[in-house]
């Protein structure tokens, strides 16, 4: 279908739905799909942060020695503002310590502020910074590994978004087998949904063909822009040119507006405080150059849908 009759379909739905034009980006309603805290990081700075950005909600987990408890107890001062993710990364998830990680992710769940389920490393390269400082270890897991199918459960009985961590333009030489495990998840579970985080580093093509194939599969642009990109030294994939979406993504964007969603994956205090700003700024650029419909639903819509969060006007 030519871009125009897609574009001209997607005001058509705007208006329908009532939404504002997306020109007006400072106006836009973002929902923040996945962002993280550890220790050092103020939790109610996080608030304010948003306040500044115009985020109006975040759904955030716990990480490093922040305490599921605190988080909870964050949520349940902001529930309009916060949807806490029960995590997976702990040390019983890299130790293979199976009993008692399903007691881990039970404990969270548990906890009525807990709403979504945080990112699953599936495969993770090992992090070092430009001046080659350790920041994060490697985790190798199988699509197919116990681990996986015990936050897959979890998901399940909650009608919560399983949210891969699969960055495969890092694997090597694994890469095919890592596909074929995920795809084997997307085609067993074809009623649940599966979100690929920082469209799980890769192009255009492989984008499309996962969305042509399964109905199942979505993906959050975390990591995807030029100032997370010159921030590290990743292989991120870069959806922009310039201060827009890059001529491949605008189109599959518009074609499949239902598939993107907005998230900045904000782990550390620096994420926070020096990049979380500037990056929902150009954003903002971006979503205002694309249909009515289409910024709606990747800034907030689709979040909206996938984790039945209350709507945003």
């Not at 805290?37 to 996080?46: M, S, T």
């Not at 020695?65 to 993710?85: G, M, S, V």
């Not at 197919?144 to 891969?164: E, M």
């Not at 900045?264 to 500037?278: P, S």
Request: overall charge neutral.
């Amino acid at each position: 279908m030519p871009s125009i009759r897609l574009e001209a379909l997607a005001i058509c739905l705007a208006a329908a739905l009532g939404w504002p034009p997306s020109a007006a980006a400072a106006d836009l309603p973002i929902i923040d799909a996945h962002s993280q805290a550890d220790q050092e990081i103020d939790l109610e700075r996080i608030i304010s942060l948003m306040d500044e950005a115009g985020v109006v909600r975040t759904i955030l987990a716990a990480r490093s020695q922040r305490k599921p408890e605190e988080l909870a107890a964050f949520a349940a001062r902001h529930p309009d503002r916060i949807t806490a993710a029960v995590r997976s990364k702990s040390g019983v998830y890299m130790k293979n310590k199976l009993g008692r990680f399903k007691k881990f992710l039970q404990q969270q769940a548990a906890m009525p502020e807990f709403g979504a389920l945080a990112e699953v490393l599936i495969y993770h390269a090992e992090k070092r910074n430009r001046n080659d400082r350790f920041l994060a270890p490697q985790v190798a897991v199988p699509p197919g590994d116990p681990r996986v199918a015990a936050v897959l459960s979890l998901a399940r009985q909650r009608t919560w978004p399983f949210v891969a961590h699969i960055e495969f333009a890092s694997i090597g030489a694994d890469r095919d087998a890592y596909m074929r495990g995920f795809e084997d998840l997307l085609r067993g579970n074809p009623g649940h949904p599966f979100v690929l985080i920082h469209m799980g580093q890769l192009g255009p093509a492989e984008v499309r063909r996962l969305i042509e194939a399964h109905g199942n599969v979505y993906f959050i642009a975390a990591h995807t822009n030029p100032i997370s990109v010159e921030n590290s030294i990743e292989p991120w994939v870069n959806m922009f040119d310039g201060e827009h979406l890059g001529a491949p993504w605008r189109a599959l964007v518009i074609r499949h507006p239902d598939r993107f969603i907005l998230g900045f994956d904000n782990v550390w205090e620096r994420h926070w405080t020096q990049l979380y700003l500037r990056q929902v700024a150009l954003w903002r650029k971006a979503l205002a150059d694309l249909p009515d419909a289409v910024a709606h639903a990747v800034a907030h819509g689709n979040a909206e849908r996938l984790w039945h969060l209350p709507p945003a006007r």
